[in-house]
């Protein structure tokens, strides 16, 4: 019976339309069911700008130029482990392990993608140039952001350490770097200190990404009130023991910084030390003194002054023609001195022998004032301004000066 159904070709076309869908039906449920690395090739899609990552010892090289920076992957495969990239950390790796210093052409990688997905990278490969990095020594530059509060100022800031280390390409070991730290002072009334964090700029200011070290200083910013440096002047008391003189006088100091008001700074062209009490010396003496704070001053820089003063035996010098000046003369009247003769003087002086061997006559003046004086002959004193520790022997000098009209 069997024959007679194949010999009947209306059985036949069923039977093969038959085993013709039974075929299609396994292959279509093959192709469903393929694991592992079976792909469809109309499962697949494109993603843009894809960051490249070199991976390199960044501690000795720099890149100085990478070429392409982001890449175009085409993922092929089933759209269960497609979907899965756009959660996963997947990363195009540029491998600099074995790279040398200079140009380098090296082929780019896929990593961490999900399993069952291929990837094709376009284009496949970078092009990097490598330098070697290098150690230079900078100095830490402190700008102070704002104003410290009304009637204080921002002295020097000091930055601990005051130098660093940068790590550089050995293209920028030439180049003019500055590493700064920035502190806000603003309203400040007292000495600010942080910890600042540095940045490193090229001549022109653009921000560079190198390695410093340390990457944070401490800066202490002194806040003072206003102040002036100027000459300190001691004021000396009393005289040695007669017959002695003062040889030497040194000061530890002969500038003084004072802090006060600014208007009563202005006023100021020296500071006023404390009394040198000379009185009845016969030996070398030392001194240490406070400074006084006066009225309005609130701070001094010292605050204390060491003197030494050598004591010897005094020495005189006579000084011949010391010419005699007038001061305070009318212009409508003529003054003329008419003793001692000449107009000069003969001054006998004490002193300590080394003073008196550099004296002359021009270190010494004489003066006689005429000031409010009428016309007539008037007998006068002669006033001697002469040099420290030195003075005159005879206590009264006189001269007589006529005034006339002209």
Known sequence: MMDKWLRNTNVVKVIALMLGILLWAVVHL?????TGGGFSAAEEKEIYNVKVTPVFDGNKLHIESMDPTEVMIRVQGKEAALKKIAATPYQIVLDLTNAKVGENTVSLVAKDFPSGVKVSIFPPYARVVLEEKQM??????VDLIGNPANGFKAGQPVAKPGRVILTVPSGLMDEAITVKAEVNVDNAQSAVTKQVKLVALDKNGKVLNVSIGPPVVDVEVPITQPFKKMPMQ??????????????AFQSSIDQITVYG????????DFYEGPPIDLNGLKENKDFTLDIPL????????????????????SDKKTLEQVPITIIGQNNNFDTKIKTPQGGTLNITVEGSPATLAKLKAQDIQAIVDVSNLPPGEHTVNVNLNLPQFVKKVEQDTKAVVEITAK
């Open 30 to 34: 093959d192709s469903k069911s393929t």
């Open 136 to 141: 230079k020594e900078v100095p830490v530059q």
């Open 234 to 247: 001691l004021k000396i008391v009393g005289e040695p023991a007669p017959g002695y003189s003062v040889s």
């Open 261 to 268: 008001p600014q208007e009563l700074l202005n006023t100021l």
């Open 294 to 313: 006066k009225p309005r001053i609130t701070l001094l820089d010292p605050t204390k002054v060491e003197v030494k003063v050598q004591i010897v035996p």
